[in-house]
Nanobody, 125 residues
Framework: HVQLVESGGGSVQAGGSAKLSCAISGGTWNGLCMGWFRQAPGKEREAVARMFPDDITTYADSVKDRFTIPKDIAKITLYLEMNILKPEDTAMYYC????????????????????WGQGTQVTVS
């Protein structure tokens, strides 16, 4: 059973940076399709980025060139490095995993993922 635990959220000034972690247990890199999502108050959950076993990363247009998602293979942890943060980046951030078949064409669809972390709040002011 895959478990995901996010950490690293907090309050950040606009223009600053933050790094979120998603610690993964119960799965291996080869078998997991990982994504980062976020949800702002009153808004739908939206995809931020994905990393599948091909190690190719894909980013939402709203975060492209500002966010990256490196991973630490030994720690089995996926990160979300966020730079040049804007107030509109304020949201609860979630990591998600799909075990088995990756949602290659539906990576940005939240229902395509089987496992979710509890989320970590990022507030940009």
């Amino acid at each position: 059973h895959v478990q995901l635990v996010e950490s690293g959220g907090g309050s950040v000034q606009a223009g600053g940076s933050a790094k979120l972690s998603c610690a993964i247990s119960g799965g291996t890199w080869n078998g997991l399709c990982m994504g980062w999502f976020r949800q702002a108050p009153g808004k739908e959950r939206e995809a931020v980025a994905r990393m599948f076993p091909d190690d190719i990363t894909t980013y939402a247009d709203s975060v492209k060139d500002r966010f990256t998602i490196p991973k630490d293979i030994a720690k089995i942890t996926l990160y979300l490095e966020m730079n040049i943060l804007k107030p509109e980046d304020t949201a609860m951030y979630y990591c998600a995993a799909s075990a088995g078949r990756c949602p290659w064409q539906r990576w940005s669809v939240s229902s395509a993922y089987d496992y979710w972390g509890q989320g970590t709040q990022v507030t940009v002011s």
